[in-house]
Nanobody
Framework: QVQLVESGGGLVQAGGSLRLSCAAS????????MGWFRQAPGKEREFLAA??????????YYADSVKGRFTISRDNAKNMVYLQMNSLKPEDTAVYYC?????????????????WGQGTQVTVSS
């Protein structure tokens, strides 16, 4: 069982930055693929980024909508995953979720993830 707790959301002006954090429980954190998703009102949950991990390091994957603006990273020693968000736009306003699944997964399907945090609100004003 993995428990995830997001933090770092808030209100920011367009063009600004935020860093979201996700604290994960569990002794096998390093073997999990970690992902970030978001859901805006009236819209489906959207994949943003994912990071895998293997003995030789991690691979990252991004949605086209955030590539070049968002960066996912992880600190296995601290059981943490981060999403650095730069050049934020009003359309980035949503509830942001951290998710986890065992093993290596490079896809974007949210149903492939087993564990979810409660979400953190990000609001970008114009």
């Amino acid at each position: 069982q993995v428990q995830l707790v997001e933090s770092g959301g808030g209100l920011v002006q367009a063009g600004g930055s935020l860093r979201l954090s996700c604290a994960a429980s569990g002794r096998t954190f390093s073997s999990y693929t970690m992902g970030w998703f978001r859901q805006a009102p009236g819209k489906e949950r959207e994949f943003l980024a994912a990071i895998t991990w293997s003995g030789s390091g991690g691979s990252t994957y991004y949605a086209d909508s955030v590539k070049g603006r968002f960066t996912i990273s992880r600190d296995n020693a601290k059981n943490m995953v981060y999403l650095q968000m730069n050049s934020l736009k009003p359309e980035d306003t949503a509830v942001y979720y951290c998710a986890a699944r065992p093993g290596v997964y490079s896809g974007t399907d949210d149903t492939a993830y087993d564990y979810w945090g409660q979400g953190t609100q990000v609001t970008v004003s114009s």
